[in-house]
Every structure is written in structure tokens, then in C-alpha cells.
């Protein structure tokens, strides 16, 4: 079986062979490469120059005609779907050692806690009376959460969904086997979301070096393929931030068209998660990703991999989050506080027990937002699996 760890390394090669050649495209050039775009996928040189804008100080021209580009292509005066995924956090124990994650096992003043199968049921109910229908299951590295484990938690939210169309349960934790993952789709499970952080391999050793499971980048990166193979669909994506950010942008790029060859589907999701200080304490960040930067990328993913959209985060304040947003795009406006119990009220313990700090919504206020700019959000979107990813098969440009 051909694994995303057996190509990599050739990817990687081009990719940096690509970046050390780019130079940011002139107007004419911009113009030239946008009208490109609409006949035909670019190329990953032709997409370093896109993602150029975003390091460039002196390209606000271009970055701004990149904007209204998009906006023209993706996002109508009315119409616009926000695709909805309520994650309820089920395990913040975790053996690994990320240092800009809370749940990191070196953090002795974590409140941690391990939903029982009942506390489950009550998160699941919080979620469903909100008309969540796509849920989320999301555990640290909890050496507790065995197969046998997660299929019981996975069956236990399936059939609270039942099945209703448009519903469906994702998992969110570390890499599992081939054979877990057929456990788990056999119990209802439709897909996974695993953010690769970074496929710099010198940069995710820096990072992830204490971490006993996730250190082990290989097996990590294959782990999207173990569950494409079984049947699932994926979400991936960077951490912005680990790493030099055009770099694990095109990576990532790189990444979804191999899962569109390779498998006939790609991701039906693209990550965009940004590195930021947690519970009021500062990170040394590697690489500062500026705004100009992140959005730049998230444009420049569209463009890229226009089937997938992308998943606007939590982490990021609503104002960027409406700036960016584009028909098709994941949204999610509550997250539980990112922690276990977080949507029963009383059991919050801010900052102390969430992974990372979020900017909770209400959602009044959303949908007034929301509508104002021609986006209404539907939380029954999951049709027949891999059925949405399915489209990325004709975006092989490389
Ligand atoms: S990012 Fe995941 S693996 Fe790393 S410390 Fe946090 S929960 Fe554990």
C-alpha cells in the first residue's frame, strides 16, 4: 500500500526546491495566474507564488485583488452555506508533551477530566438541542481509550444521531491501525480530523520530541491513509506556526491531491489552525504567521483545493473569521470551551481545563452576523461518505 511517508519525501524536495526559486508575482503576473486558475488546477510553482503575497510586505495590491478574487469566485451576495461541526471533547489526559497545548502531560495544573459514557449521553443532548447533527468525538492521547473503547463511545453518539440524513460522527485523537479503523467504521464512524501540525520533519521533531506517541512522525503522517484505506473520510491540515508557513501551506496542498489520487476523495476539510499563546502563557513561536500570512494561506487553499473549504477556527476572533469565510467553508461558533463537560455550564473551568484559548459565540448573535453578509449555517451536511470529498478527484494538477 502506498502511504502518504513513501512520497513525502520526494514532495518535500520539490516543495523546497519551488520555494527557493519563488518571487512574489507582479500584478500582471497575479492577474495572469488568477485567470489560469479558473481554467485548469495550478500547479504547486504557481501556487508558491500565490502564497508569496503573504510574505510580502510591500504586496497589499496584490493581496487585496487576491481577496476580491475569491470573494468573486466563492462567496455570493446571498446563498452562502457554512457547514457545522460541534466537537464535544471527551478526554483531556493525554501521555504527550505538545508544549502549546494545555492537555500537554507536563501540565500538572490542567483540571483534567474523562467523560464517563452518561456524561457523554448529557454532551451529546447539549449539542442536539442546538440542532448540532455532526459530531465531533475528541480525546487526547488517553492510553484509557482502547478500540474497544472508542467504538463504544462511537456507537453510543451514533445511535443518538439515529439516522438522520445530513448527520454523522467524526474522531479526533492520535493515530490508530488499519485495523481500529475498520472497527470503528463498522460502528458508524464517517471520518477523521488529524492536523499534520507540521511536515517540516526537522521542525515536528523540535516540537513533539517529548511526546512518547506523537514523536513518531512516520507513523503519524500514514495515519490519514490507514483511514482513507478503511473507508473513512479526512480532514488535514498545518499548524501555522511550527514551521516556515509557504512551506507547510504547499505541503499541505501537495497532501490533498495525493489523497484525491491515491484514493479518489480528498480531505473534506482543510485545517487552518494558527499557533497562539494558551491560558495567558506565551510561546516561543518559531515563526510568527501574520494575518497578511494566515489569510493569504486560507485564500490560497481555495484556489488550490476548491472542493474541501476550509475550517475556520475558533482560535481566531470573529472578525478575521467573517474577513475570510467562503460558501462551503466548516464553522463552528461553539467548541464546549474545548474541554470535557465544557457545554454543561457548571462544570467549566476556563483556561484551567481547555486545550487553547477560543472565542465562544453565541448564537443569536452568529446568525444575525451571519445573515447580514448572505451565510446561514446548516448543521445537517454530511451526505453519503466521501460523497462531498469526491469532486477533489479532477483537482491532480501538481
Ligand atoms: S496536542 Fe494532542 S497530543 Fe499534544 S498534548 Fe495536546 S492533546 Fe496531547
Partial sequence: MTTFSTVCPEKNSEVRRILGRVRCPSLRRLEELLAQSR???????????????????????????????????WRGVDGNRLRYVAPIYVSS?????????????????????????????????????????????VFATDPEFDAAELVRYIARTVDALGDQEGSGVLLCTEYLSSETYRELSEAGLRGIVQWDETLDEDAYARWHAASPRKREFRARMDNQDRALAAGLDVATGALFGLAEFRYDALMQVARARYFAEEYGRGPFVLGT????????????????????????????????????????????????????????????????????????????????????????????????????????IDYEWMSGAGAWAAALQSVSGS
Fill in 93 to 137: 489526559f493525554c501521555v504527550d508533551a505538545c508544549p502549546y497545548c494545555n492537555f500537554s502531560a507536563l501540565r500538572k495544573e490542567t483540571v483534567r477530566r474523562r467523560l464517563t459514557i452518561d456524561e457523554l449521553d448529557a454532551e451529546i443532548g447539549a449539542v442536539m438541542a442546538r440542532d448540532a447533527r455532526v459530531i465531533e468525538l
Fill in 273 to 376: 489552525a494558527r499557533l497562539k499563546p494558551i491560558g495567558g502563557r506565551e510561546l516561543r513561536l518559531e515563526t510568527c504567521v501574520s494575518d497578511r500570512a494566515y489569510e493569504t494561506a486560507l485564500m490560497v487553499y481555495k484556489i488550490a483545493v476548491p472542493a474541501a473549504g476550509r475550517w475556520l477556527q475558533t482560535r481566531e476572533t470573529f472578525e478575521l473569521n467573517l474577513r475570510n469565510m467562503l460558501d462551503g467553508d466548516v464553522f463552528t461558533y461553539r467548541c464546549g470551551d474545548v474541554q470535557p463537560g465544557g457545554y454543561g455550564a457548571a462544570a467549566v473551568v476556563p483556561l484551567r481545563g481547555g486545550q487553547f484559548g477560543v472565542n465562544e459565540l453565541e448564537r443569536d448573535f452568529v446568525d444575525r452576523e451571519l445573515a447580514a453578509r448572505g451565510f446561514r
Fill in 39 to 73: 481554467a485548469e488546477p495550478l500547479g504547486l510553482p504557481e501556487l508558491a507564488e500565490l502564497f508569496e503575497i503573504g510574505a510580502s510586505t510591500e504586496a497589499s495590491t496584490q493581496f487585496e485583488m487576491l481577496r476580491s478574487f475569491v470573494r468573486e469566485q
